[in-house]
């Protein structure tokens, strides 16, 4: 017979990208193919983002939608994943005939178990909590790259999961479990092997990726769960040889210590970008939002990494209209935006999560002020953006080839140390292709992107 083979349709964050990841690893090693389309898929996993009321609802409509796709192929499979399967659970089954199988954040493990059952007939869901550190023991990963030429220079790896924040407005404490850090001994083995593999760049990921650890800091377990400050696992990660590049993602402000600061001046692989979510610029709302800092506290920090690394390059996430948001205080958020000088930002309007202690609030923004906020905001961000862009313009920098340009023609595209996407010419230079990592200067400026012009090559 032959072999199946599956597809994975992915929505929401980075964590939610490495999950798929897992599962497809984990697949492999139960015997699928990977499909080259859905078209061509036994198996479809949709993993899922509940972020915000539209992520959600794209579930519901691809599911709709798949009715047809399983009725043109009988046998066919869909398997649910990601936060929404993890909250709404085996109601999904209920709900939706057309659905074989739900796994829950926790339970990437289970798939090819609950595959098998699918593939008998069993429908069934498995969403239960897993607080065991057990849960990162995977296969090790993927080290071919998708394109198939070559091996893989970047890569996630997980160094906690889950968040104890509770931030009022996100439903990720309810979808994502308590935090739990992995043991340092596993992150680094893990790193190491993916380095030997041929990978030069990894990020490592965490719902707060710096409270890494910190539980077990504060209540004397470090030693027993093998976990560290998170400036230390910088450090000896930074120190494995033939790694490049070491990015971290996300960051909550409350845990920036002076170490991790510090750490941006010392660390020769840390790259000088910092994802860094502020959320809003008024102090009444972070209070409100349940941030736990000031936006004088934020500032704080951004002067203390520019300190340490004059070129480090800010990003951050945004909310607008979250409850009770006057026009003063959305000023606040556009003057801190100026302020912080982010280089770029990602700006959502707010959305109530059910069960979020946000979303019993009253006090709504409504939708026409909301949007009208979103676009001021994006507008002044999109101006700092490219004058940021243009203040680069005839400086150099080292690019890591990802791939086509998303401007078509023949243009290769990849990232720059401060994460920025650089386009290049491939006739600038003689062994410009996917994985290389290209000294270059950058000739142009646009609003999502530079262009540059390779100096030389390297492998
Ligand atoms: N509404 C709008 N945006 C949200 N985010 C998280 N929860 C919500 C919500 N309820 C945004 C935050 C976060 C990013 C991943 O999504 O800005 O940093």
Not at 113 to 128: I, M, N, S
Not at 258 to 270: K, M, S, V
Not at 388 to 413: C, E, F, K
């Amino acid at each position: 017979m032959d072999r199946k083979r599956f597809a994975i349709r992915t929505y929401g964050c980075q964590m939610n990208v490495h999950d798929s990841e897992k599962v497809s690893s984990l697949l492999e090693q139960a015997g699928l193919d990977p499909a080259a389309s859905e078209a061509e898929a036994d198996l479809l996993v949709i993993n899922t983002c509940s972020i915000r009321d539209k992520a959600e609802h794209q579930l519901y409509s691809d599911l709709g939608k798949l009715r047809e796709w399983k009725a043109e192929r009988p046998g066919r499979i869909v398997g649910v994943g990601g936060c929404v399967a993890q909250q709404v659970g085996d109601r999904l089954l209920g709900r939706f005939s057309q659905l074989d199988f739900v796994y829950g954040t926790h339970n990437l493990r289970r798939v090819p178990a609950l595959l098998e059952g699918a593939f008998e007939g069993r429908r069934a869901a498995w969403v239960g909590e897993d607080p065991s550190p057990s849960r990162f023991d995977l296969p090790m990963q993927r080290t071919r790259s998708t394109e198939g030429q070559g091996p893989r220079r970047k890569a996630f790896v997980t160094v906690m999961e889950g968040c104890d924040m509770y931030c009022s407005f996100c439903i990720v404490p309810s979808t994502r479990g308590r935090e739990i850090s992995r043991a340092a001994t596993e992150i680094e083995a893990e790193v190491r092997a993916l380095v030997e593999a041929g990978v030069v760049e990894i990020t490592l990921l965490g719902q707060t990726v710096n409270a890494y650890g910190r539980h077990d800091v504060r209540r004397g377990h470090a030693a027993a769960a093998g976990t560290m400050p998170f400036a230390e696992l910088l450090a000896r990660l930074d120190a494995i040889p033939g790694l490049e590049r070491i990015r971290y993602t996300s960051p909550h402000p409350l845990f920036y210590d002076e170490a991790l600061i510090r750490a941006h001046g010392e660390l020769e692989h840390l790259c000088p970008h910092v994802h860094l979510p502020v959320q809003s610029g008024s102090n009444r709302i972070l209070e409100s939002m349940r941030r736990r800092y000031t936006r004088e506290r934020y500032l704080e920090i951004v002067e203390g990494l520019r300190r340490a690394r004059p070129d480090v390059a800010i990003t951050s996430d945004l909310i607008v209209g979250f409850p009770g948001e006057t026009e003063a205080d959305f000023g606040d958020t556009l003057a801190l935006v100026q302020e912080a000088a982010l280089v770029d930002s990602f700006s959502f309007k707010y959305s109530p999560r059910p069960g979020t202690r946000a979303a019993e609030m009253g006090d709504e923004v409504s939708p026409e002020v909301a949007q009208e906020r979103l676009t001021r905001l994006q507008r002044l961000q999109g101006g700092q953006t490219l004058r940021y862009h243009q203040s680069r313009v005839g400086g150099r920098t080292l690019v890591l080839i990802d791939g086509a340009s998303r401007r078509g023609g023949d243009q290769l595209s990849g990232r720059d140390l401060h994460n920025r996407v650089v386009n290049l010419d491939p006739e600038a230079g003689p062994d410009l292709r996917i994985g290389a990592r290209v000294p270059v200067r950058i000739v142009d400026a646009t609003p999502h992107s530079l262009l540059a012009e390779a100096l030389a090559s390297h492998p």
